[in-house]
């Protein structure tokens, strides 16, 4: 056949990139574990109607579909032809294809939860890990199979979980070394507030769509586009005031507090804000001894009136994750408060709040900061030489009791040339050797060898898993 | 909708299974590190080309194939609709369909490997653990959607490779407390002598179709079947004799030998085995201190000359791996010597060995013999009692000591009546309780209840971190 090649927006994982995203991943685990989340794993297919209609029509042209098993027996035949036009058209077409790969991990879980609702414990913590597919057009940065990670109390209305899930932001990214990464707070509660009082609640969606394009066009594009979605010169001074609010973090509830704490709804999510604030403040978490990684200062948190999070789900506060600013990479996380998870499966009144971790660009982040642990890779640390059958046997005993003290071992697979087998140590980056030879044997020896620093050492062989390595 | 459903033949894993996986999972990838193999991870979808003729006609219909995005545009339609036809016959048809979900680890990875081939160092060490999928009828221990996990070695013709796959096994099971496995070890070039000694080389295929169902049938039954393909009754009669090899290894081999030691095949491969059980024997991995877990013993090596695995690319060594006798589940683990991995995608003389995992047969055997270790679910630890916000404040403040040190906590979501926040508890085995209601919150003290044994201590703030959960 002709060369083989990987479908479009997806990739191998190479030994040290799976390291690396291990890691990652097992920080975030780690500290999911550490707050009492469990771990969710569904399967990569869905029904297709669990998925359709749950992205918007753009979302369902991105949904990878399975096309049904067993079409070449006659019995199926007809129907899938009767069908096929169907799929033509990107209507539901079972007798084609009744099966998707997910592409989030969010509908997923409301599956999950709709399913199980008699069985599971509220508030349900659970946590996520799982590729997700998507049919967007592969660029930089973006790939059809990628990996999310999300993380969600459901069944509870207690902002607690706000507080605590700004602390596992924290938390995470500062074992992660990220420590001037900043998390952005707003609330889905003052955005309605903010169109309340600037062109009636009905103008919602109008400003959320314009607020949320603020960083990429600027505000003044955003000025044009508000007054294009008919808010009058008023109502749109009004809102590039609130949306130029400056200051720490009580200044701007203060400042916003006047614009629009007079409704209800912008008490509240102010209410909310200075919640968490305060409980992340001097006797909340951040002053708990050994609590905060290594920074000793808390939540990098900045009350952001310009965060909307998009056309989702959201109701309450929200979340995004700003990276270091030194990387230009944008989020690196966010999420937000939901009323109501599994509605759509006839479920209601499951309200909860999640966020997620975008680990493709939080990889990127730790590449380019360099900032991956040398250690990360669990690459081989010792290469044993093969330097023929009965050494290699003495070898092989001698790599035993190594591995029963953790240290990951090999041997050369053959009795080579010395500098053969040097070159594979290097090529490996295998930061030791140990040479066994006819005269090691003989005196119970072995030579020892750091290949970094090209110094080497004879030695007992009993001395060896004692060594250091 | 309708109510929500899983695909058939796929399964969500709720906390405690997934928990129970990642400690197979982390057993096995920890055994695999230690001996020097590195993590590779691809895609879930791989052209539809990569994958087509590599399992068989049969298999070919079992492949999961994804329906191309876009159908729904007019330029893909005309194209779309005269491949069709193609799709119902069971063909190739790029226009419909040109991805499609991975069904084995092994031709992923093969690909890899002829992609890389330039850049990778050989021999090639790498394990894979991900999922596949397979359109087999779903039945009791058959999933759609299971993880395989494999080992190779690809790039050298050594049997200390061998060897140490031999070692790992053991380690894996050892580790894992399932000391009554076997490992039952054959060569296909010994089933080749045998076929050369009974019948003519041409007849392997025919005597290792029959053999391979011996353990299902029956001697008897393979009996009628070689005859049916066309041996005589010396010859059937030999292979009788042959499968009928009683004794311990050393005796096995020595009877075998008798057979079929004077051909070429014959010697080769009963050679292999000497040389396996040779360093697995006294002078090897067996008396070395710490090597092998718990047991003492070495490997649970079996020479089983009835052992053929099926009709695959091997031509050395065969393994395959028996779960404890007290469950009846047969076989958990297998694999062997090949030639060629690569020759599929033009890069030939890539020869290897390697062996697979049945993660969900190990799992099952394990839950059947109560095998998990008690500390496996890495559910919270510790339950901090909601009584109010200034108790929560101060509870919020402890619980980030703690999990500073590393104990899994959390709060209960609002301050709700004692006995709903110890039904919460009790519903997910947390197995402690803090207290720390307004009195305890003025006296800097909290109540630490162990909710096993129903007893309760009254300790200061200070004191928590200390206590040893």
Request: glycine share 10%; charged share 25%.
């Amino acid at each position: 056949m002709s060369k083989p090649s990987l479908p479009r927006g997806t990739r191998d994982f190479g030994p040290e990139v799976v390291s690396k995203r291990n890691y990652i991943l097992g920080t975030i685990r780690g500290v999911f574990e550490l707050y009492g989340f469990q771990p969710l794993e569904t399967p990569a297919m869905e029904n297709l109607e669990t998925l359709m209609g749950k992205y918007g029509e753009e979302g369902d042209k991105l949904i990878f579909k399975i096309l049904n098993n067993g079409l070449d027996e006659p019995s199926k035949q007809e129907k899938a032809r009767a069908d096929f036009e169907k799929v033509l058209d990107g209507k539901l077409a079972k007798d084609l294809t009744e099966k998707a790969l997910r592409y989030d991990l969010t509908i997923p879980f409301a599956r999950y939860v709709a399913m199980n609702y008699g069985q599971l414990t509220f508030p349900f913590r659970r946590y996520q890990i799982q590729p997700v597919w998507r049919a967007d057009k592969p660029q930089k940065g973006r790939y059809r199979e990628f990996t999310q990670c999300d993380v969600d109390v459901v069944g509870s209305n207690s902002l607690l979980n706000e507080v605590e899930l700004a602390v596992i932001y924290h938390s995470v990214m500062t074992r992660l070394g990220l420590y001037g990464y900043e998390l952005r707070v707003n609330s889905r509660k003052i955005l309605s507030a903010l169109a309340e009082v600037c062109g009636g609640a009905e103008k919602l969606t109008d400003i959320t769509i314009a607020i949320d394009k603020i960083d990429k066009i600027g505000i003044d594009r955003v000025k044009v586009e508000l007054t294009a979605r008919g808010l009058v010169s008023s109502q749109v001074d009004a809102i590039e005031t609130f949306l130029s609010i400056k200051g720490a973090n009580p200044e701007k509830i203060a400042l916003a507090s006047d614009l629009i704490g007079h409704t209800e709804a912008g008490r509240k999510g102010l209410d909310e804000l200075r919640f968490l604030l305060d409980h992340l403040a001097p006797s909340g978490a951040t002053t708990a001894p050994g609590a905060i990684a290594a920074t000793g200062a808390g939540p990098n948190i900045v009350v952001d009136f310009t965060l909307a999070r998009g056309l989702n789900y959201y109701t309450g506060m929200i979340f995004e994750v700003k990276a270091p600013s030194t990387v230009q990479i944008g989020s690196i996380g966010g999420g937000g408060r939901y009323d109501d998870l599994t509605g759509l499966f006839d479920v209601p009144g499951v309200p909860g709040v999640g966020v997620s971790f975008g680990v493709d660009r939080i990889y990127d982040v730790i590449e380019a900061l360099r900032l991956f642990p040398e250690t990360v890779h669990a690459g081989t640390q010792v290469l044993f030489f093969h330097l023929g059958d009965q050494e290699s046997r003495a070898s092989f005993a001698l790599m035993q009791q190594l591995r029963g003290t953790g240290i990951r071992c090999e041997i050369y697979h053959e009795a080579a040339k010395f500098d053969k087998q040097f070159r594979y140590a290097e090529k490996k980056s295998i930061p030791y050797a140990v040479i066994l030879g006819t005269q090691e044997l003989t005196q119970g020896t072995c030579i020892v060898k750091d290949l970094a620093k090209g110094e080497q050492r004879t030695i007992s062989q009993e001395a060896l898993v004692r060594y250091g390595f």
